[in-house]
């Protein structure tokens, strides 16, 4: 932790000797839109993993003959320090790139980004989840565009619900401990369960991600508007209270849980041992192809504390960035548009079964007619919250060390909170 301090503090010194002052534009000179003749994208990995953004390229040089994109696979790994150190030798090698939101709190306050809010229309707006619109928003401005969101859907078995005396799955938290409970079955009478009713992923690289799942879904934020930490309220204690409970005392979810990662869970929901499971909405084009459940499974919201509450739920933001000093900023948003309109929403959703960030991307009839849960999707969509902060890696491993611990029974949920809240706010502050 102390390194990562001095990191930032180095960091700051940077920023301060160069010149670059927080949310700052930059002035370079501009190529005009019809003299520009390439652009280069800095892509999320090679494209032979990213075939919806293939169709998308294609798509682009038929409606954009003249000017060319030019694309660098930049690997998950490499991508903060290749973009740090080209923003901090001013250079315009990439001019835009896409990454997800954890690069967007840091890029932005150095002054590495190209302000987007001309992009966000009024239509763009009304027509974007509230997570993405949180994390895009950056003080007075926008700082990237809509690519592809990750969001936490439920998915269950119709089959052991109807065995279980169930026609439709549960809507609230009572319902899912109620069913968890029906569905958690030893079947052979050896005292090891063969059925869980629930699970979720809870290792440590997920643990932060599914707790402010919860937080959500109990109406409640992980960060307010400046940044700090809120978690550590009535609402937490209760979020945090209900995971660790459904492992340890109700006792519908398997205690290997704490090391079960998102894939982990998915493949013990499709082998049937576990009979509804907490997990990223891509999972249904899982599913949906798989020979052992495709016939019996389906897809709901998340479940809430009380009936009637919002389906609130933790997403993932992928979004496109436009370096401040790129000279071709004209085609660059032309770009940045073409990627958000509906018909690329719809490659990703389809070629590469992503997310849209677009809740009227459902309304296409081609979505509906190959994604027949749309409707619980477009709802969660619409209602997905997420946060960029920073340090998120440092942070995430923090999470997974108290919230682990309260799992395990090591700590009462209330010291997880105050311990996590400590640790995040020596980071943060």
């Not at 409970?245 to 704490?258: A, G, W």
């Not at 894939?263 to 249904?284: N, P, Q, S, W």
Request: charged share 25%.
């Amino acid at each position: 932790m102390k390194r990562l301090i001095i990191g930032l503090v180095v960091c700051g010194l940077v920023f301060h000797i160069l010149g670059i002052s927080s949310l700052a534009g930059v002035n370079v000179k501009q190529i005009p839109l019809e003299e520009t003749r390439y652009i280069t994208f800095g892509n999320w990995g090679g494209l032979e993993w990213d075939p919806a953004t293939v169709q998308i390229l294609e798509d682009w040089e038929k409606e954009h003959p003249a000017i060319k994109v030019r694309v660098v696979p930049v690997p998950d790994t490499m991508a903060n320090p290749k973009y740090m150190n080209m923003f901090l030798a001013r250079s315009d090698a990439i001019d835009v790139f896409n990454y997800d939101q954890a690069l967007v709190n840091q890029f932005a306050r150095a002054g590495w980004l190209e302000p987007v809010d001309d992009l966000f229309t009024e239509d763009l707006i009304a027509d974007c989840s509230e997570g993405f619109l949180k994390c895009a928003k950056i003080g007075d401005h926008y700082w990237y565009s809509p690519h592809f969101t990750k969001i936490a859907i439920i998915n269950y078995r119709t089959d052991l619900l109807a065995e279980a005396g169930y026609a439709s799955p549960p809507e609230t938290w009572d319902e899912l401990v109620e069913y968890g409970r029906k569905l958690t079955q030893d079947n052979d009478g050896d005292g090891v369960v063969d059925i869980w009713g629930f699970a979720y992923a809870s290792s440590p690289l997920e643990t932060f991600y599914n707790f402010r799942s919860w937080v959500y879904m109990a109406g409640g934020d992980v960060f307010d508007e400046a940044g700090n930490p809120v978690f550590n309220s009535e609402i937490g204690l209760k979020a945090l209270q209900f995971l660790c409970d459904l492992r340890n005392d109700y006792k519908i979810v398997t205690p290997d849980v704490v090391v079960f990662e998102d894939e982990d869970a998915g493949m013990e929901f499709e082998r049937g041992h576990v009979a509804m499971v907490l997990t990223d909405g891509e999972k249904i084009f899982r599913a949906m192809e798989s020979e052992l459940i495709k016939d019996v499974f389906n897809t709901t919201t998340v479940c809430t504390p009380e009936r009637g509450m919002p389906p609130r739920a933790a997403s993932k933001q992928c979004g496109h960035y436009m370096n401040v000093y790129s000279r071709k900023k004209e085609a660059v948003r032309e770009f940045m548009r073409f990627f958000f309109r509906i018909q690329s929403q719809k490659h990703e959703l389809i070629i590469e079964h992503n997310m849209p960030v677009r809740p009227s991307t459902f309304a296409d009839p081609e979505v509906r007619k190959k994604v027949p849960n749309w409707k619980d999707l477009q709802r969660t969509l619409r209602y997905a919250q997420a946060y960029s902060y920073t340090a998120q890696s440092t942070l995430r491993d923090i999470s997974a060390k108290w919230i682990g611990n309260a799992l395990l029974g090591k700590i009462s949920v209330q010291e997880a909170l105050d311990n996590m809240e400590k640790d995040f706010r020596e980071v943060l502050f």
